[in-house]
């Protein structure tokens, strides 16, 4: 009997649960990844931002160095050949106009200063057979012809004077002077930027190398590398910020003066000359410089804050605030941007509300 009774239980139980059939799977949920909710707290760690329609001021972003203004960059010679007998500065110290910088023993000023005592000498000589001829001449010994010839030889012994003359102040020395030295000096103020010269050098006319190199360093020249493609962007007059890697949180302020007229084929690039007053003395010549030029279109466009670009993967996204904490991912394009906005020419509209703060952030939810 129980074992009969057990079969009819578990024969029910069994068709019981053949009745309910096979249980229905949950759906899947789908999701639309380009939206984000935030919730309370989130909304509070972000501030918004309105696109707006401004006339674009766009930057552009190149790299440079600073060299010297070689309007006043004076590269200094000798104008003989001579023995450097004595070196009055060292690289890197301050000049003054006509201040010396060197002294030569020099064969070719001795020449020089023989040859004035011969011009002396021969002018006295030919000074008083002049007055000779002209006393003689009231005697009648002499005639016109005579006392022609002594004024030719006289004018003659000026004109060789003045030119040994002319010699001796191109270096600087007079004829008085016999003890044949030539003294380099300064032609401007400025600084000893470079110096190749040491006592006990010989030193010949036909160097090509400068002795010395004096800077007036109270202006200087950033020569900025500008790309093919952004050659049409700039202009002379336009205005830039200057920063160096010694003084990064210092902002220089310059113009364009000259822009380049050749291309450099190994850099696929020319230079704009943009000159800065140094009058503190802080930049060297050598220096690297960010240069940031501000670009001025004359065109309107899509503005929003900088700070609410989201680069990634190549692409540029803002955040669009949708209403109700909700908001959408969406791909722009840009034109340009300065330090505190960006120009936008496709994917956004105007009066349309953006994340600028922790927009990242929110890309991320």
Known sequence: MFNKIFSLLLITILLFAGCKGPQPQAEDVVTDSNQVELNSIQMHQITMDTATIQEEKADLALSGR?????DYLSPIFS?????????????????KKGQTLAVLKSADV????????????????????LDIAKELYKTKVYSDK???????????AVAALKTVETYLKTYKVTGTDTNATYTITSPIDGYV???????????????????????????VWVAANVYENDIPQIAVGDSADITTVAYPDKKIKGTIFKIANMLDSSANSMQARIVLDNSAGLLKAGMFANVTVHLDKHKRAITIHKEALVFYNNDYYVMV??????????????EGTN??????????????IVVCKNSLYVYGQ
């Open 193 to 219: 930027v470079s110096k190749n010269i040491v006592e006990g050098m010989n030193v010949r006319v036909d160097n090509t190398n400068p002795l010395f190199t004096v800077s007036y360093l109270k202006t």
């Open 110 to 129: 001795s020449n020089y200063q023989g040859q004035y005592a011969v011009a002396e000498g021969q002018l006295k000589t030919a000074s008083r057979n």
């Open 146 to 156: 005579d006392v022609m010839q002594a004024q030719n030889d006289y004018k003659s």
């Open 79 to 95: 104008f003989v050949s001579g023995t450097v007998m004595k070196v009055a500065v060292s690289q890197g110290d301050y000049v």
């Open 321 to 334: 605030f949708k209403g109700d904490h909700k908001f959408e991912k969406r791909k722009v394009t840009i």
């Open 66 to 70: 600073i060299t010297f203004d070689l």
């Open 339 to 352: 330090e505190l906005s960006a120009y936008i020419t496709k994917g956004l509209e105007k009066n349309e």
